[in-house]
C-alpha cells in the first residue's frame, strides 16, 4: 500500500480526496489539526465520518498551545491588523496545520500527502510551500485542483460509492479558531454588499456593558479580571465573553497570494480587544523609535506569514525584534465592552513613561527651564532655516 496522509476537516473536498484515493490504492491517514474552535463532540463526528471515507487511521492533534506560542503572540507583540483590520486569523492557523500535518506524515513514514484546496486560493500556496520544503521527498497530491472539479461532480462521485451524506452547502462557510472566525458567502464575492447580522455566528446577547481587565506581562496576556491563567485560554474566555456583545465583526478586503483581490467577513472579538489592549499598553511604556520601527516590522511580519513565508529565516529575526520589544510591556488596561463596540479606557503600568515627575503634557516642565527650551527648539529648526534661506526664489 502507497501510504498517505491527508489533511482531513471532513467537508466536501477532503471527502472526496479520502474516498477516491483510497479507491486509487493509497492507505489513507487521517489528520485534523485543532488551532482552537473544535468541540469535543465536532472532532468526535469528523473522525466518524472519516472512517465511512474508507481512511485507514484518524487522528486530531490538539496544536492550540503551539499556535498561540508560535504565532498568535507575534501577531499581538506586533499588534498585526492587515490592511489595518483583519488578524489574520485563518491564515495564521493554516500555517501551523500544515506544519503539524507534515511532522506527522514524516513520523509514520507516508510517501505521499494530500489536502483538498482548489487552484484559486491562498491555502493551496501555504500548504505546499510548507510540505515541500519541510519534505521535499514526499509527493503532494491535490485532486480538486488537478482534476478542476465542481461540487456537483464531487457530490455524484460520491453518492455513486455509496456516501450518502448531506451535501447541502451552508449558506455561509465558517471557519472557527482561536483567533478569530471567518465568515464567507454570496455577499462577500461583491464589493458593495455586506454580511448580513445573521451570518455571523456570535449574536448579539448583552445590551449593557461591561467593564473588564486585561493583564499583560512582558506582552503576554496573563490574567482576565485578576484571574491568571494561560494566554491561550485567556483569549479563548475573553472571546466568549466578548462576543455575546457581538465584538470584532468586520470585512476584510486584501491582495490573495494569487493576484486577485479578495474579501470575507470575520468576527475576532478576542483578537480584536487584545491587539488594542496591548497596543494602547505599549504607546505607554515603548519609546517613540521603539514604536515606529515595531511598526513595520510588524507589517512585514504578517504580509510574509499571510503570503506562506513562515519559514524563511527572516521571520524568526523579526520575531526576535518583537520579542525584544516586549520587557516593559506589563500592566493592567481597562476596557469597557458594549453592544457592537468597545472602548480602550485606559492603563496602569510601574513603567508608564507618562511619568509626572518630568513634566504633564501642555500644563509645565520640570525637567528643564524655559532657556533650554528655546535652545532646544531652535537648533531642532536650524537646518529648515538654512534650507529656506538658501533655496528661497530669487
Same mark, same amino acid.
Given at each position: 500500500m502507497k501510504k498517505l496522509v491527508? !489533511?482531513? &476537516?471532513?467537508?466536501?473536498?477532503?471527502?472526496?480526496?479520502?474516498?477516491?484515493?483510497?479507491?486509487?490504492g493509497y492507505e489513507i491517514h487521517a489528520v485534523s489539526v485543532n488551532t482552537g474552535g473544535f468541540?469535543?463532540?465536532?472532532?468526535?463526528?469528523?473522525?466518524?465520518?472519516?472512517y465511512k471515507m474508507g481512511v485507514s487511521t484518524y487522528k486530531n492533534i490538539d496544536a492550540v498551545a503551539i499556535f498561540y506560542q508560535k504565532i498568535v503572540k507575534n501577531l499581538i507583540f506586533g499588534n498585526v491588523l492587515k490592511n489595518n483590520t483583519y488578524p489574520?486569523?485563518?491564515s495564521a492557523e493554516r500555517i501551523i496545520?500544515?506544519?503539524?500535518?507534515?511532522?506527522? !506524515?514524516? &513520523?509514520?513514514n507516508a510517501k505521499y500527502i494530500a489536502h483538498g484546496s482548489t487552484g484559486a486560493g491562498n491555502d493551496q500556496v501555504r500548504f505546499d510551500m510548507i510540505f515541500q520544503t519541510l519534505a521535499p521527498e514526499i509527493e503532494i497530491i491535490t485532486p480538486i485542483r488537478d482534476q478542476k472539479l465542481t461540487r456537483q461532480e464531487e457530490i455524484d462521485y460520491l453518492v455513486s460509492n455509496g456516501i450518502e451524506m448531506s451535501w447541502e452547502k451552508s449558506k455561509y462557510s465558517i471557519n472557527k479558531g482561536l483567533w478569530g472566525t471567518s465568515v464567507g458567502g454570496v455577499e462577500t464575492l461583491t464589493s458593495k454588499n455586506p454580511l448580513p447580522e445573521s451570518a455571523y455566528p456570535s449574536q448579539l446577547e448583552n445590551q449593557g456593558e461591561e467593564k473588564i481587565i486585561l493583564t499583560f506581562k512582558k506582552g503576554e496576556l496573563i490574567a482576565l479580571n485578576g484571574k491568571q491563567d494561560e494566554p491561550q485560554n485567556n483569549i479563548a474566555l475573553l472571546n466568549d465573553l466578548a462576543s455575546t456583545f457581538a465584538i470584532g465583526r468586520d470585512i476584510h478586503v486584501g491582495d490573495t497570494i494569487v493576484g486577485t483581490k479578495g474579501r470575507v467577513g470575520f468576527e475576532a472579538a478576542a483578537a480584536i480587544i487584545t491587539i488594542k489592549a496591548h497596543h494602547?499598553?505599549?504607546k505607554h511604556t515603548l519609546t517613540k523609535w521603539q514604536l515606529q520601527h515595531k511598526e513595520y516590522l510588524a507589517s512585514f511580519y504578517g504580509m510574509?506569514?499571510?503570503?506562506?513565508?513562515?519559514?524563511?529565516p527572516v521571520m524568526q529575526n523579526i520575531a526576535a525584534f518583537l520579542a525584544s520589544s516586549q520587557e516593559n510591556v506589563s500592566g493592567d488596561v481597562f476596557i469597557t465592552l458594549k453592544p457592537y463596540h468597545f472602548t480602550v479606557?485606559?492603563?496602569?503600568?510601574?513603567?508608564?513613561?507618562?511619568?509626572?515627575?518630568f513634566g504633564s503634557y501642555g500644563e509645565e516642565n520640570t525637567g528643564w527651564t524655559a532657556n533650554e527650551a528655546k535652545g532646544f527648539i531652535k537648533l531642532l529648526g536650524n537646518q529648515n532655516k538654512m534650507y529656506q534661506h538658501v533655496n528661497q526664489p530669487s
Open positions: 491527508i !489533511a482531513y &476537516s471532513g467537508g466536501l473536498d477532503t471527502s472526496y480526496c479520502a474516498v477516491s484515493l483510497s479507491k486509487q468541540s469535543t463532540e465536532e472532532i468526535k463526528k469528523i473522525e466518524e465520518n472519516a489574520l486569523s485563518v496545520q500544515a506544519i503539524e500535518i507534515v511532522n506527522y !506524515a514524516k &513520523s509514520i494602547l499598553l505599549e510574509h506569514l499571510h503570503e506562506g513565508q513562515y519559514l524563511d479606557d485606559g492603563i496602569d503600568s510601574t513603567h508608564d513613561l507618562m511619568n509626572p515627575i
